[in-house]
C-alpha cells in the first residue's frame, strides 16, 4: 500500500522560509496525483497545492508566488517549499496522494501532518 511521512515542519519567523518532505515508505502503488494541504483548529482543510505525475503543478491563490511544489517520482516524495511565510500559514500541513493498486483501483492517503508555525 502507502505509507506517507511527512517532515520538515516547524518554527519560522515572518518572511523566512521552510521546506516541507513527503515520501512513500511502502513503495508498492503507483502514486498519480500528490497534493499538500493545511488545517488550522476549527477550519477544514485545504488545498495547498497539487502536482500531477508529469509535473503539472496547480496553486491555491494565497500560495502563488511564495510556494513551490515538487516531486521525484524515483524516490516518491513530494517537496513544499514555503517562502515569505506570514503567521497566516501556521497550520498542521498534510502529504496527500492518490495512489493506484495493482489492480487499478484507486485510494487517497493522508500523511501523519507536521506542523507549521510563523511567528511575527
Known amino acids: 500500500q502507502v505509507q506517507l511521512v511527512d517532515t520538515g515542519g516547524g518554527l519560522a519567523q515572518a518572511g523566512g522560509s521552510l521546506r516541507l518532505s513527503c515520501v512513500d515508505r511502502?513503495?508498492?502503488?503507483?502514486?498519480?496525483?500528490m497534493a499538500w494541504f493545511r488545517q488550522t483548529p476549527g477550519k477544514q482543510r485545504e488545498l495547498v497545492a497539487n502536482?500531477?505525475?508529469?509535473?503539472?503543478?496547480n496553486y491555491s491563490d494565497s500560495e502563488k508566488g511564495r510556494f513551490t511544489v515538487s516531486r521525484d517520482n524515483g524516490v516518491r516524495t513530494i517537496w513544499l517549499q514555503m517562502d515569505n511565510l506570514t503567521p497566516e500559514d501556521t497550520a498542521v500541513y498534510y502529504c496527500?496522494?492518490?495512489?493506484?493498486?495493482?489492480?487499478?483501483?484507486?485510494?487517497?492517503?493522508w500523511g501523519q501532518g507536521t506542523q507549521v508555525t510563523v511567528s511575527s
Open positions: 511502502m513503495r508498492t502503488y503507483s502514486l498519480h496525483l
Open positions: 502536482i500531477n505525475v508529469d509535473g503539472r503543478t
Open positions: 496527500h496522494a492518490i495512489a493506484e493498486s495493482a489492480w487499478g483501483y484507486e485510494y487517497p492517503y
